[in-house]
């Protein structure tokens, strides 16, 4: 079965940049998609197929895709982006939808 | 934009069948979503359960490999409403469940606030 990679965390004081990778084997050849989910909240879509926003995402949030890692990239980072941060790929073969085992961002 | 809401029990006994509805409102049930359950057990990441595709003409259901042989989904077009049924339920089976929408291209938005069941005696 297909896996994902995160880190379990990411620090980052306020007004920095973030970086949170979640690795794949071959992940470069599927689309990844990435969902905030912050505490006693329901998880929300931040990017989609590897660099696209949805409507309402600030231009904070991006992301890349290559090889076997993707990344989300929040720059200027505010306190109000502390959640735990989830990589999802859905495995064509299977018919699996696959979501990595979560990063959670604390912000100093 | 639609938008959802699950519904069900707190509580289910070990070995009995797990049953949540999740109601779509914004939408239409038919218009050919991937109507989804994925779930959080406590202190763990999230977990896709399973999919159903609906339209008027067509319907698939794909389900999680380690789950296939419990989960059942399912449409009730007259209510505008999806549902899931988990068997023979395990304190593994807590979780907070949410259903979603999910599009063409795999990804889920919008999702629904989450519920939680216990598995417990």
């Known amino acids: 079965s297909y896996v994902l990679t995160q880190s379990p965390s990411v620090s980052v004081a306020p007004g920095q940049t973030a970086t949170i990778p979640c690795e794949g084997d071959n992940i470069g050849l599927k689309s990844v998609h990435w969902y905030q989910h912050r505490s006693r909240q329901a998880p929300v879509l931040v990017v989609h197929d590897d660099n696209d926003r949805p409507s309402g995402i600030p231009e904070r949030f991006s992301g890349s895709n290559s090889g076997n890692m993707a990344t989300l990239t929040l720059t200027r980072v505010e306190p109000g982006d502390e959640a735990d941060y989830y990589c999802?790929?859905?495995?064509?073969?299977?018919?699996?939808?696959?979501f990595g085992g979560g990063t959670k961002l604390t912000v100093l | 934009q639609v938008q959802l809401q699950e519904s069900g029990p707190g509580l289910v006994k070990p070995s009995e069948t797990l049953s949540l509805t999740c109601r779509v409102s914004?939408?239409?049930?038919?218009?050919?979503?991937?109507w989804g359950w994925i779930r959080q057990p406590p202190g763990k990441g999230l977990e896709w359960v399973g999919n159903?595709?609906?339209?008027?003409?067509?319907?698939?259901?794909y389900y999680n490999t380690s789950l296939k042989s419990r989960v059942t989904i399912s449409v009730d077009t007259s209510q505008n409403q999806f549902s899931l049924k988990l068997t023979s339920v395990t304190a593994a089976d807590s979780a907070v469940y949410y259903c979603?929408?999910?599009?063409?291209?795999?990804?889920?938005?919008?999702w629904g606030q989450g519920t939680l069941v216990t598995v417990s005696s």
């Open positions: 999802q790929v859905w495995v064509g073969g299977s018919d699996q939808w696959v």
């Open positions: 159903i595709y609906h339209s008027e003409k067509t319907e698939h259901t």
């Open positions: 979603a929408a999910g599009t063409r291209n795999n990804w889920f938005g919008p």
């Open positions: 914004g939408d239409s049930i038919n218009n050919g979503y991937y």
